[in-house]
Every structure is written in C-alpha cells, then in structure tokens.
C-alpha cells in the first residue's frame, strides 16, 4: 500500500526554517515523494464525500455533510447564495466552499479505517510533526485538525486572521494538492495582507506544497471565478500547542 504522506527525504530544513523566521510563513514546494502526493490527491478528488461550508457573517459558520447538501431544495440554496453575496456586498465576513471535515469524521466513526483517518493520524504522527516543528521553531506543537477543502468556480473565503480559532492553535496549514496547472486567472490564491490591505504574498493553487504560517495574520483565498476548472484542493487545519 502506498504510504499517503511520506515525506520528500530531500527538503532542505534548515532554508526553509530560515525562511519562516523571517516572514512567518513559508511554502515547503514537494513536501511529499511524488507517489505519496498522487495517492493523496486521488483520495482527496475522487474518494472524499463533498459537503459544504459557508458563512454569512452574521450568523455562526455552517457546515453541511454531503448528504445535507444533497437534500436542500433549490430555493434554499438561491437564499444561501444571495445571503453570501448580501454579507460580502458589505462589509460582513464570507466564505463558501466544499469540505470534508476530517477530523469530525474521524471522532464521529464515518469512515472508520477509511483513508481520511489514515490521512489525519499521519498528520498527527512523529515524520509530519517534527517537519513542522523544526521549520516553524515551535517544539511545543503537538497536534493538528484536517479538513479537506476544495474552492470550486463561485467561492472563495474573505480576508480574516483565524483569530477565531482556539487559543494555542499556532500554526495554520495548506496542503495544497492542485493537480491543474493553475493559471492565474483562476483565482483560488492564499494571499497574505499588509495593514492597508495590500497583498504582500500569494500562494498560487499548486501540487504537492505545503504552507505554513502564524496565526494570527490577515489572509484570504480569492474568489475563483466562474471559468476556472475544478481543482483547488487542499488538506487545511491548524497545528496547536495545548
Ligand atoms: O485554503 C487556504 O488556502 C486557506 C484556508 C484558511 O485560511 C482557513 O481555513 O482559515
Ligand atoms: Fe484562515
């Protein structure tokens, strides 16, 4: 069986730690052995139950399971939609795209065994846990949630901090499995901000990279328009101390 997220053995630790202590981010481009990368990417593409996340702004986050999604009637969803853009005509928070919410899946027994759990306990397992420990000079990390995340053509997910996120929750990850050349055009960066809203970096949808940087900081994923292909898949959650 193919291991789902052996590490590139050729990564240069020390370079890249350099790079996260002067940014507070850093881009780890062929994390993975490139097998390791493809097999992820099919379980995420082609293996994961879609449901969706979206936020109005003014109410609490919502997550919906495949099945819930599947059973919204038309109308309900034209109101979702319209509430999105009504919160992002303004100034309130937004974010719609499609998730798998790994590790509510593992708690819950959805798919006991299934690869996603295989997925989050390699997250959580010493190799991937001391990458990020050594690159992010944080030896106190300890665990990490996953979710699988895909921004398809619509959506897109509004500036924020994750200052919402638990406290001791340091580190948020992208690991982003893009099998697409991605064009520009297509939207879908992770970008970073600056206090007046310039954008200092942007992480363009990619295969087999992982980004880390500290939380709290201003970043978005920027609307992916409607003629981008559906491809912006990643792994995302946070590592924590406590
Ligand atoms: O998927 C990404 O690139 C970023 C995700 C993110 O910022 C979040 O889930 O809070
Ligand atoms: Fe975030």
Not at 85 to 112: C, K, N, T, V
Not at 113 to 125: A, F
Not at 130 to 149: E, I, N, S, W
């Amino acid at each position: 069986m193919i291991e789902l997220l052996a590490l590139n053995p050729s990564l240069d630790r020390t370079a890249l730690a350099a790079q996260f202590a002067a940014d507070g981010r850093v881009q780890i481009r062929d994390v993975l052995t490139d097998v390791s990368a493809r097999a992820l990417h099919r379980v995420i593409a082609e293996q994961t139950p879609w449901g969706i996340a979206y936020d109005v702004g003014t109410d609490k986050p919502v997550g919906l399971t495949a099945a819930e999604f599947a059973a919204l009637d038309p109308a309900r969803r034209t109101a979702i939609r319209e509430a999105i853009e009504q919160a992002m005509r303004g100034r309130d928070y937004g974010f719609s795209y499609a998730r798998y919410p790994i590790l509510d899946a593992y708690l819950q027994h959805w798919a006991p065994g299934g690869p996603h759990d295989i997925v989050l306990e390699h997250i959580n397992d010493a190799p991937f846990l001391d990458l990020v420990r050594g690159v992010t000079g944080m030896p106190d990390l300890r665990k990490a949630d996953a979710q699988a995340t895909l921004f398809a053509p619509g959506q897109f997910l509004a500036e924020h901090s994750d200052s919402h996120v638990g406290e001791g929750w340091r580190i948020a990850y992208v690991l982003s499995l893009c099998a697409v050349d991605w064009r520009p055009d297509w939207g879908g960066y992770l970008q970073f901000f600056d206090d007046d809203g310039d954008i200092v970096a942007g992480y363009r949808p990619r295969f087999n990279a992982l980004s880390l940087f500290a939380v709290p900081r201003p970043h978005a994923v920027s609307y992916v328009p409607p003629f981008a292909p559906v491809g912006r898949y990643s792994i995302t959650g946070w590592f924590r101390d406590r």
